[in-house]
């Protein structure tokens, strides 16, 4: 068994239960071969992968949590809640989850209605043959068609054209509330993790009022080394871990090759100064 503080832990990535292009299984075998020994497959809004991933990983002789990542409105604004530890078959947290999801298909419907009115016919029937699970619909799908369709060259530039607040194919979307996303990951055991602060756009008084709150809800820890981070964010959300007290994960945020900066398990390491989510488990 390798040392707690040094193992290679990635927890956060998706599969075609999500968002992701590779099955959980794949992912698991992605991870593995990268050296990742401590994984946790964290689809967003779903579990509909976790027992796949989790066979696929001890088969492996990889250690496996099991996770998932939250889509919250907060301040009017998006952020993803990961929860790790979780007991997948939950009642509060499957149903909760199913009435976070209901919401993805009208959405993406009026998304496909809003790239036609800027002359992008057919985007959502494009979009659905790109998604491996019907109940999830999500925007990277849509961004995967139109980089195909020729479009954009990357999904970093179709999300700035396209489907980032404030573009023409945007639609607005309420998500669960951050403290019935807490509420669904204690019920299910599972440790709550605020998924790359990095990338909200708060301002600082917001930012701390965030992280004053996810804390009060009873929310343990903050991801610092992630995909969606610089290393100057790395230093800073060491910083903010200590501040609040919350221990610190690390993870990719891999979606499929090719796709985003950092691949499976092939991150820097944690900062020795904070204390690992995993360092007792
Ligand atoms: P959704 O949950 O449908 O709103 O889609 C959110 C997903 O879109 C995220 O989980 C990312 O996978 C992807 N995404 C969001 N912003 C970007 C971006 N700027 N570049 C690439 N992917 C993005
Ligand atoms: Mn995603
Ligand atoms: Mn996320
Ligand atoms: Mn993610």
């Known amino acids: 068994m390798?040392?707690?503080?040094?193992?290679?832990?990635?927890?956060?990535?998706?599969s075609t239960?999500?968002?992701?292009?590779?099955?959980?299984?794949a992912v698991a075998e992605r991870a593995y071969a990268g050296g990742v020994r401590l994984?946790?497959?964290?689809?967003?809004?779903?579990v509909g992968g976790q027992a796949e991933a989790r066979a696929a990983a001890e088969a492996l002789g990889m250690r496996y949590v099991s996770g998932v990542e939250i889509s919250v409105t907060w301040a009017g604004q998006t952020v993803h809640i990961v929860g790790l530890q979780i007991?997948?078959?939950?009642?509060?947290?499957?149903?909760?989850?199913?009435?976070?999801?209901?919401?993805?298909?009208?959405?993406?419907?009026?998304?496909?209605?809003?790239?036609a009115k800027i002359g992008i016919e057919n985007a959502y029937q494009g979009a659905l043959k790109y998604v491996g699970n019907p109940d999830l619909i999500s925007r990277t799908h849509f961004?995967?068609?139109?980089?195909?369709?020729?479009?954009?060259?990357?999904?970093?530039?179709?999300?700035?054209?396209?489907?980032?607040?404030g573009r023409p194919g945007y639609v607005g979307h309420r998500w669960a509330k951050l403290s019935e996303a807490i509420a669904w990951i204690k019920a299910a055991g599972g440790i709550a993790v605020m998924a790359h602060p990095g990338r909200y756009n708060y301002t600082d008084t917001?930012?701390?009022?965030?992280?004053?709150?996810?804390?009060?809800?009873?929310?343990?820890?903050?991801?610092?080394?992630?995909?969606?981070?610089?290393p100057d964010q790395y230093r800073r959300y060491a910083e903010v871990a200590r501040h609040y007290g919350l221990l610190a994960s690390r993870g990719s945020d891999f979606h499929g090759p090719g796709e985003g900066r950092v691949e499976l398990g092939a991150l820097p390491p944690l900062p020795s100064t904070v204390t690992p989510v995993w360092h007792d488990w």
């Open 39 to 46: 994984w946790s497959l964290t689809d967003h809004d779903e």
């Open 17 to 25: 239960v999500s968002d992701g292009t590779m099955s959980p299984r």
């Open 87 to 115: 007991d997948p078959f939950c009642p509060d947290l499957i149903d909760g989850l199913a009435d976070t999801r209901s919401g993805r298909a009208r959405r993406a419907r009026d998304i496909g209605e809003a790239l």
């Open 143 to 165: 961004a995967r068609w139109l980089v195909d369709q020729g479009h954009c060259a990357t999904i970093g530039d179709v999300f700035s054209q396209y489907l980032s607040e």
């Open 206 to 230: 917001q930012h701390d009022a965030l992280f004053d709150e996810f804390t009060a809800l009873g929310g343990r820890a903050v991801e610092v080394v992630t995909g969606s981070h610089t």
């Open 2 to 14: 390798p040392d707690m503080q040094t193992i290679n832990a990635d927890l956060h990535c998706h």
